[in-house]
């Protein structure tokens, strides 16, 4: 894969088998983000658990005290007084049944967000096969069915984001923009940091977080000291 020439001057930055304190990771990063648009920070945690297991899958939701740096529009599958309530929260788009041709057929996926209430759920997981792939389908433990849609969505918009692990045993997570301050990064990946630690599974093996990597959409990966978790 051939890098250009930020690409290259970044990675110089980085010492490739060198694990930083979470600080000085953050701070590398912003360093390395040379792109032309404002890149996202994100995390990938690589850990100790076997996502063939049931009993050891991870998922789950938490609210970015300094948000993700994007808007976030909002789609609530709601009916009854549950539609209006929805409105009045801020929710993007609302709607029931009408919805399903439209994003099943029509591809519409102008969205970032799903919550519905579980009255709803027989309608919405008719678009599993739609929605599942995009990680779209709404659930429980990420808080996105619910009956209280106004706190849903009000916990979206100021910065909810759900992490899963993945077929790999990674949990991939923004942590913001590389425009924000050191301090809200921070503030950031320590709310992101405290949630998977709580989130450990009681049946893993051996070490639970083995490595953790911080990069810019453009950037390089700078590792970060994980054997605290």
């Known amino acids: 894969m051939k890098h250009g020439k930020k690409y290259i001057e970044a990675v110089k930055l980085?010492?490739?088998?060198?694990?930083?304190?979470?600080?000085?990771?953050i701070a590398l990063v912003k360093k390395t983000a040379g792109a032309k648009f404002d890149e996202t920070v994100e995390a990938h945690i690589r850990t100790g658990c076997d996502s063939r297991h049931a009993d050891q899958q991870i998922r789950g939701a938490v609210v970015l005290p300094n948000?993700?740096?994007?808007t976030v529009k909002v789609l609530v599958f709601a009916k009854g007084t549950k539609l209006d309530e929805a409105q009045a929260a801020g929710a993007d788009y609302v709607g029931g049944d009408e919805l399903i041709p439209k994003i099943q057929n029509e591809g519409w996926l102008d969205f970032d967000a799903v919550v519905a209430t579980p009255d709803m759920m027989g309608v919405?997981?008719?678009?599993g096969k739609v929605l599942g792939p995009k990680g779209l389908m709404p659930n429980?433990?990420?808080?996105?069915?619910?009956?209280?849609?106004?706190?849903?969505?009000?916990?979206?918009?100021?910065g909810k984001i759900e992490y899963r692990l993945d077929k790999a045993n990674i949990i991939h997570a923004p942590l913001?923009?590389?425009?924000?301050?050191?301090?809200q990064l921070e503030q950031n990946y320590g709310a992101l940091m405290d949630a998977?630690?709580?989130?450990?599974?009681?049946?893993?093996?051996?070490?639970?977080?083995?490595?953790?990597?911080?990069?810019?959409?453009?950037?390089?990966?700078?590792?970060?000291?994980?054997?605290?978790?």
């Open 140 to 158: 429980p433990k990420a808080g996105t069915v619910t009956m209280d849609v106004t706190k849903a969505i009000n916990d979206i918009k100021a």
């Open 176 to 183: 913001g923009k590389a425009s924000f301050t050191q301090e």
């Open 124 to 127: 919405v997981g008719r678009l």
């Open 67 to 70: 948000g993700t740096g994007k």
């Open 196 to 229: 998977i630690a709580k989130a450990k599974p009681s049946t893993v093996k051996g070490q639970y977080l083995k490595s953790i990597t911080l990069a810019t959409t453009m950037g390089p990966g700078v590792k970060v000291i994980s054997n605290r978790y």
């Open 14 to 25: 980085v010492e490739k088998t060198k694990l930083y304190e979470s600080s000085e990771a």
